[in-house]
């Protein structure tokens, strides 16, 4: 299962070059960022599909979505000076401490909705 970890820490990586390319490909004018766009996103969905291959997909979106949204704010902070300011401190550590509630292991059993 650390494997699918890895993979996954991979192709959020991945998502964050794309991500971050984009920001500074200027509309898809700058070709060297546009390219690093294009290859951060195939390479994210290649990885992303195997990690889903071996985590639980609600596991695997949210720690790609938390981690991904909290990765792309502090690159948009340091690379293109964006603001950042409480709102936004508080917000990211909700989203992280989803992602910690989703991942740990389950201590007690709720009753089972969908069977």
Known sequence: MWFGYLILFLAIISENIGT???????????PLLAVGAFAGYSLNFLLMGQALNRIPLAIAYGIWSGLGMAIVSL???????????????IGLGLVLLGVIIMSSPETASLPRLIQ
């Not at 971050?20 to 700058?30: I, P, Q, V, Y």
């Open 75 to 89: 690159l948009g902070v340091l690379i293109y000076k964006e603001s950042f300011n409480w709102r936004m401190a």
């Open 20 to 30: 971050t390319s984009l920001k500074g490909s200027n509309g898809l004018t700058r």
